[in-house]
């Protein structure tokens, strides 16, 4: 099983979620984690490609994706080899945030494995660990108090 989740870049806040079975590629699902706002849309190497896929063509987002491993260590070690890399760096500074609310689905939580039969029991069940990550990472916002 797979989750897949789009991430606020400005609340690091979950506002979408999808549940897949594991042999789905990550990009058949990325357009159900767009929820209509995005002016940039930043993933990783999975979502290469994405611009052509007729879900999003029409839509007026500029993609942010990151180039696979192996094409990255090959850069050429010239003035342009490692502006890309700084680029490339600067993306997974921004794609980073999606790794907050796993690590609080994985550890608070202890959603690691699914224990459950059935997809649409697992579905629920990330369904309703996902708002609860929200409330988990927004704690100190909505403690604050005057």
Avoid: W
């Avoid at 502006?83 to 600067?90: R, S, V, W, Y």
């Amino acid at each position: 099983m797979k989750v897949h989740i789009g991430v606020d870049q400005a609340s690091d806040l979950i506002h979408s979620v999808e549940t897949t079975s594991a042999n789905v590629n990550d990009i058949t699902r990325a357009a159900q984690l767009l929820h209509g706002e995005e002016e940039v849309v930043y993933g990783d190497a999975g979502y290469q490609g994405i611009e052509k896929r007729p879900e999003v063509s029409d839509k007026t987002i500029t993609f942010r994706v990151a180039i696979r491993p192996g094409k990255r260590r090959a850069l050429p070690n010239t003035q342009d080899g490692r502006l890309q890399d700084l680029m490339e760096t600067a993306k997974a500074h921004i794609r980073a945030k999606v790794c907050h609310p796993f690590r609080v689905i994985k550890e608070q939580f202890g959603f690691r494995k699914t224990r459950l039969r059935g997809m649409a029991k697992n579905h629920c069940k990330v369904n309703l660990i996902a708002p609860l990550t929200n409330l988990y990472l927004a704690r100190s916002y909505l403690l604050a108090t005057k």
